[in-house]
């Protein structure tokens, strides 16, 4: 190891080693908030009166009168009211009814908020969802697209879908002309003439489908976590909320739950920091979550996480041949495999391992930190300091969300970042982790102390077990099927290939995905729904899976239907009511799925096993809570109850009465520090490892496993020939090498210089409020740029910026800022496609327009590291985003 630690280095970290944000905070908070028409927006003071005479002038305040104050929550009643968007927080949303209208709505207030005991706030999100259930552009009746009609072929005049007029149709003639073409299609091409992303019961008893799998929130985790060692998609083995504080460092690896999963985890982060926890980021932006811990930052490019690591490693083997008791060579050795050449499974078909690699021993190129600096460009000595802080003396926790690995060329980072933790020896202790950061545990990782029951309906069986790559799908489906190698039949449920031959596909559903907007390849997706004869979509808005569709069926919102139990985090179980009757003619799920079943002849019951009334009572009654160590009913049910809810049931004893339970919005477990109810993950493991294996063969974490090897080589997807069964740097079939012209860092740059990412952005969760006024106006639609490449662009803040990638083009509002990595460009996930038919360049630049369907290794969806061109647009401008009128139905105005 040749390079030597200089003086400046040798001691305890020091901040200075790192990039620190500083003075650029200032010059960038506007920006990362990218607020739209808030920018422009002004209080005036009410002009005052004249007096009636000079020489006397009037009190302006005490001679006018006002109106009393009315209170408008006289008479009302509050309602706990879901906040079902897919987001990380699954916080309290609670609102006043008052004659059928919301007049006021809150978050959590049913206890007294507490650091121990702390309320479930809510976020502007939660807030917004009155425009989910109000807006003005609700779907409120079944719509036909006027240039379609049944019999395939021309009579679907496929090519108007998304710019075609619409007509409103009864729910009876919907559902008939429904039924006639999926029975046409059925009858045809049989189950594999339909896709559907998410099938459910309705569909499996219908017609069955092909299905379509993507890498999208968990990334390269999704691929044999099991086989490695670790919990299913890493989730579960960080530590309980209040051993946060017991950590000398956290470090938020690719996580910004302050946007992800706004609610409870930001909150115990911050009581960590003021008891002196130390924070480290490690993102291609400065983001909120850092910003608010006041975190030291290591600024890597997006998708050059590899190398980045691999160089930590390399310090951290410097590091302790030179001065020791950095590496915990013990942990290694008892509960892991293939670190070194002492500790290889048994299963090991090549004779290679990590550390050896790291050295340089195979390909003579020693991963060091000036080796990693020009791919992932953070300086050696922030390598360093990182690599000081995993040092097996300092209580560290290494915690990661899903950005990093949904990279094209991330398939081994998940065994990379868990051999990181375990050099360091930071599992099963206090203080230490090494694990997820995800969702609404994130912070807070440990078995559910409450969670909600269930009501199970009958199982049914999908006829097509095949699954197809999302992507090629659309591809496939343009083509008019194909050939290909079926890896998978869900999300997450890989297998070894099984060949398989498709035919043609006929007939799309949509039924609670927002697949056509959620998934990359978007424009060759658009030109898929183009080509088949039918597609039936449900929403409650004109989302982008209705507008390019044939018949719209409007679904209710939470907020419409009976009611329903959720488990929000290991403490809180969530009890929403009811708010307002179904508005206009919309139907749920349910309805609108036993509709479909007995047109086509087939019983209700075969999918469904209680009404929804029943199925409320029924997650009611069988929500558990701790008690004494093991989970016993939640709530006191008596048969008075069973009567008053005219439900079927039993009578039982639990901690909190059925009509507190649903007054209150659910029950949360009150915790304290001293409780017995924490959780360190991997404790068990670490305490006695024969007794409690990993799921992998060896029953350790493998750093080098050829289970997962094997099956991903397996796929015989691209560039497969550059990995191992131990992580190794590989070049991306798209990535950073691809900015250049030879795909070689440091030459001359490419027609597409700039890395592009889709962080997740507070205004959305995912594609939803995008339509929403409220939102809008706080948020605009913004592209990160980093000032210094704006200005050699000529592109000033708000400037119309032309995104362009090989796949596509896209317009976005410019917003430079100094806390975002150079080169890098950010596209914030979820915005509506709106293609401009004259240019085809969407006006809404949407993230998913842009990526294209590159894919090698695993199949990993690269959302996070394609390349881009930016210029600053020559049309004219795009307006601010809350200018842009709410979408709806061509021919139907908005209401």
């Known amino acids: ?39 422009g927006t002004s209080v005036k003071e009410n002009p005052k009166p004249e007096p009636e005479t000079p020489e006397e002038p009037t009190n302006a305040v005490a001679d006018v009168e006002h109106p009393k104050p009315t209170n408008n929550e006289a008479g009302g009643t509050w309602v706990p009211a879901a906040c079902w968007h897919n987001c990380g927080g699954r916080c309290v949303n609670k609102v006043m009814v008052k004659d059928g209208v919301v007049v006021r709505q809150k978050t959590d207030d049913s206890h007294e908020d507490s650091p121990e005991y702390p309320q479930q706030r809510g976020c502007v999100r939660g807030k917004a969802q009155q425009q989910q259930c109000f807006g003005a552009d609700r779907l409120l009746y079944p719509l036909k697209r006027k240039g379609w009609q049944p019999g395939g072929g021309e009579n679907s005049n496929g090519a108007m879908r998304g710019k ?18 999926i029975k046409r299609i059925s009858d045809e091409l049989g189950p594999t003439g339909f896709y559907c ?90 983001n909120a979550s850092a910003q608010m811990l006041d975190a030291d930052w290591i600024p890597v490019r997006n998708g050059t996480d590899m190398a980045f690591m691999l160089a930590t490693a390399y310090e951290m083997l410097r590091l302790d041949e030179e001065e020791g008791d950095i590496i915990d060579w013990d942990f290694l050795h008892k509960y892991t495999v293939g670190f070194d050449a002492e500790s290889m499974p048994e299963d090991a078909e090549l004779d290679e391992n990590l550390k050896d690699y790291v050295l340089g021993v195979y390909d003579d190129t020693p991963k060091t930190p000036e080796w990693a600096e020009p791919i992932c460009g953070v300086k050696p000595e922030q390598v360093t300091a990182f690599a000081r802080i995993l040092g097996k003396n300092n209580k560290t926790m290494l915690l990661h969300n899903y950005g990093m690995v949904r990279c094209n060329g991330a398939e081994m980072i998940p065994q990379m970042l868990m051999a990181l933790g375990a050099m360091g020896g930071h599992m099963g202790k206090s203080g230490h982790a090494t694990g997820g950061n995800y969702h609404a545990n994130a912070g807070n990782y440990g078995a559910n102390l409450v969670a909600g029951g269930s009501s199970p309906n009958p199982k049914t069986q999908n006829p097509v077990s095949t699954g197809v790559r999302q992507p090629q799908l659309y591809d496939l489906i343009l083509n008019g099927g194909g050939e290909l190698l079926d890896v998978a039949n869900s999300y997450g449920a890989f297998h070894e290939p099984v060949p398989t031959t498709l035919g043609p596909i006929k007939g799309i559903f949509h039924v609670t995905d927002a697949t056509l907007q959620t998934s990359l390849h978007q424009k060759a997706g658009i030109e898929a729904h183009r080509a088949v004869d039918f597609v039936l979509t449900r929403a409650q808005f004109m989302t982008t899976n209705a507008l390019y569709s044939d018949i719209v069926l409007p679904v209710t919102t939470e907020w419409e239907r009976v009611g329903d139990v959720t488990t929000c985090n290991r403490e809180f179980v969530y009890c929403y009511s009811q708010v307002t009757k179904p508005l206009g003619e919309a139907k749920t799920d349910q309805e609108i ?226 806390i975002l990595v150079p080169g890098v460009v950010g596209v914030p996930h979820g915005a509506w496609v709106d293609v401009d038919e004259k240019t085809g360049i969407d006006q809404a630049g949407s993230d998913n327009y842009l990526l294209g369907n590159e894919y090698g290794g695993m199949g990993v969806s690269g959302y996070n590291n394609y390349v881009c061109n930016i210029e600053k647009y020559s049309g004219a401008a795009i307006p601010e985003d809350c200018d842009v009128p709410q979408r709806a139905a061509d021919g139907m105005p908005v209401a």
Not at 6 to 33: H, V
Request: aromatic content about 10%; hydrophobic content about 35%; glycine content about 10%.
């Open 197 to 286: 992303k998410s099938p459910d019961a309705a569909i499996n008893l219908m017609c069955g489908c092909v299905r379509g799998w993507d890498t999208t929130s968990h990334g390269t985790y999704t691929l044999g976590c099991d086989m490695i060692g670790l919990p299913g998609v890493d989730c579960g083995e960080a530590n309980d909320r209040f051993d946060l504080p017991n950590a000398d460092y956290i470090i938020m690896y690719s996580s910004n739950p302050t946007w992800s999963a706004a609610g409870t985890p930001t909150y115990y982060f911050i009581q960590a920091k003021e008891s002196g926890t130390k924070f480290v980021t490690v993102d291609p932006l400065f």
């Open 593 to 818: 799925s036993t509709l479909l079943l007995e047109a086509m002849g087939i019983d209700p019951a075969l999918a469904y096993g209680a009404s929804e009334k029943q199925a409320f009572f029924n997650k009611i009654a069988s929500s558990k809570v701790m008690d004494g160590g093991e989970m016993v009913p939640l709530v006191t049910i008596t048969d008075a109850d069973i009567k008053e809810w005219e439900v079927e049931g039993e009578a039982q004893e639990g901690k909190i009465s059925i009509k507190d339970f649903v007054s209150n919005g659910g029950y949360q477990f009150k915790r304290t520090k001293d409780d017995g109810l924490g959780h360190i993950g991997y404790q068990k493991f670490v305490e006695d490892p024969e007794a409690n294996p990993r799921s992998s063969a060896s029953g350790k974490l493998e750093i080098y496993c050829q289970a997962r090897y094997n099956l991903m080589k397996s796929f015989e997807y691209p560039g497969i020939d550059q990995y191992k069964p131990y992580p190794t740097y590989v070049v991306p079939c798209v990535g950073y090498e691809s900015t250049f012209e030879d795909g070689k860092v440091g030459g001359k740059k490419s027609e597409y210089p700039y890395l592009m990412y889709n962080p997740h952005y507070l205004r959305r969760s995912h594609s939803v409020f995008d339509n929403c006024p409220w939102l809008r106006e706080t948020w605009g639609n913004p592209v990160f740029l980093n000032a210094s490449d704006a200005k050699e662009k000529g592109i000033a803040e708000g400037d119309t910026v032309l995104i362009t990638t090989p796949a596509g083009q896209g317009l976005r509002k410019a917003a430079l800022m100094d």
């Open 164 to 181: 075609d007029e619409w007509e409103r149709i009864s729910w009876d003639e919907a559902i008939s002309l429904a039924v006639e073409e």
């Open 1 to 39: 190891m040749e390079r030597k630690t200089d003086s400046a280095t040798q001691g305890s970290l020091s901040r200075r080693t790192f990039m620190k944000a500083g003075g650029a905070l200032a010059a960038s908070a506007a920006a990362l908030s990218a607020l739209g028409c808030s920018n």
